[in-house]
Every structure is written in structure tokens, then in C-alpha cells.
């Protein structure tokens, strides 16, 4: 079955980095494009971010533009979300996200067939 | 952006009964791609309902989706246990994706 499992969430400070990662099993996950998106205590959700199922293309929330970078590991069935001058706006769950169509090349793709449990991460001084 | 608009902010209702929970949208949805979440306490969202009206793999035939440009409905025809929840929309039909506030639907 699907599963997705989000690591390396953590307490950090403002203007720090942290990378998140995702470990993908029970698909072919170079065959699909992959979705982060968050949810601030006790908040809605937000998209984050996409990469393509070929990681030719990303595309990013205007709010971690700049700031965030997705990237793709297929040979480890792994996507990752670099975070970097972390604010503490950015204190949420971020959750990956599976595209619910395959070979999704361009543009933010379509909805969000599985998810992961999430991974909190919290920015304080 | 498109902005989604969610009502009603909290919805009561007893086991059995009918839901109907709104999306609106601040303009139309391209190829009326919107999504459906339920969200339970502690959990990661599940999707629901794709292409306004398209039920995911699993889902029950009580929930249904409906409507096309800037207004979409939810239904759950009989409320089970486990469907008292948080409700989200998504338009995913352009970018950047965007999500509803959500609505809740709790134990009357």
C-alpha cells in the first residue's frame, strides 16, 4: 500500500535552515510528481510546493518563494523540502503529498491522493 | 489567487442526518478542478472528492460532490460516526493551489 513518511521536523530558529524529507513506498514514485503542504496550529491548510514527476519543474506558494527549494531523489523513492531563512510564520505541520495523476510534468499539477502523517516544525527564538 | 469561501464556519448535526457544506469560489475554477478533504483530529487530510464531483478510490457512496464555476457542494447523505470531521475544499484548476477555511462538522 501507499505510504508516506515525513522526517526531520524540529524546533529551529528564525533566519535558520532544516531540511524535511519524505520517504515514498508502495508506488512507482518516479512516475508521479510530488506536493508539500502545510497547516499552522489550529489553521487551514496551505500548498507549499510541487515537483514534477521528472523533477524538471517546480512550482512554489508566493509566501516560500525564494526560501524553500523541493527537490527529488528517485533512486531513494524521496522528495525533500530545503527551508531556509525560516521565519516563525513558517511553524506548522507540513505534510507530502502524493499527486493523484501520474506523469504530471508541468504547472502545480492536480489534487493530493496520499498523504503523509506530517512533520511539525517550529520556528522560535 | 482564487480565494474559496466555506460555509457554514461549524455545522451541528446528529448521526443519520444530512450534510450539505458549500464552497465558493472568487472566480470560476478551471475545468472545475475542485477537491474535497476531510480532516479528523490528529489525522492528515484524505481526499474525497476530485473534479467537483469524481469520489476518490474507497469512499463511500454517501458522499457526493456537485456543482461547476464558482459554486460547488458537498453532500453526506447520512451522517456516520466517523464522519464528524473538518471539512476542506481545494481548486486546483489553477495556480497557486488554494484551500478553504474549512468547515466542521460536529456532534448536535
Not at chain 1, 524529507?21 to 508502495?26: L, N, Y
Not at chain 2, 461549524?10 to 470560476?28: D, F, I, K, M, V
Request: charged share 20%; net charge neutral.
Amino acid at each position: 500500500q501507499v505510504q508516506l513518511v515525513e522526517s526531520g521536523g524540529g524546533v529551529v530558529q528564525p533566519g535558520r535552515s532544516l531540511r524535511l524529507s519524505c520517504s515514498a513506498s508502495g508506488f512507482s514514485f518516479s512516475a508521479f510528481a510530488m506536493h508539500w503542504v502545510r497547516q499552522a496550529p489550529g489553521k487551514g491548510l496551505e500548498w507549499v510546493a510541487v515537483i514534477s514527476y521528472d523533477g524538471s519543474d517546480t512550482v512554489y506558494a508566493d509566501s516560500v518563494k525564494g526560501r524553500f527549494t523541493v527537490s527529488r531523489e528517485d533512486s531513494k523513492n524521496k522528495v525533500y523540502l530545503e527551508m531556509s531563512r525560516l521565519r516563525v510564520e513558517d511553524t506548522a505541520v507540513y505534510y507530502c503529498a502524493r499527486d493523484s495523476v501520474s506523469y504530471c510534468g508541468g504547472g502545480s499539477c492536480y489534487s493530493h491522493d496520499f498523504w503523509g502523517q506530517g512533520a511539525l516544525v517550529t520556528v522560535s527564538s | 489567487e482564487i480565494v474559496l469561501t466555506q460555509s457554514p464556519g461549524t455545522l451541528s448535526l446528529s448521526p443519520g442526518e444530512r450534510a450539505t457544506l458549500s464552497c465558493r469560489a472568487s472566480q470560476t475554477v478551471t475545468s472545475n478542478y475542485l477537491a474535497w478533504y476531510q480532516q479528523r483530529p490528529g489525522q492528515a487530510p484524505r481526499l474525497l472528492i476530485y473534479g467537483a464531483s469524481s469520489r476518490a478510490t474507497d469512499i463511500p457512496d454517501r458522499f457526493s460532490g456537485s456543482g461547476s464555476g464558482t459554486d460547488f457542494i458537498l453532500n453526506i447523505s447520512r451522517l456516520e460516526p466517523e464522519d464528524f470531521a473538518v471539512y476542506y475544499c481545494q481548486q486546483y484548476g489553477n495556480s497557486p493551489k488554494t484551500f478553504g477555511q474549512g468547515t466542521k462538522v460536529e456532534i448536535k
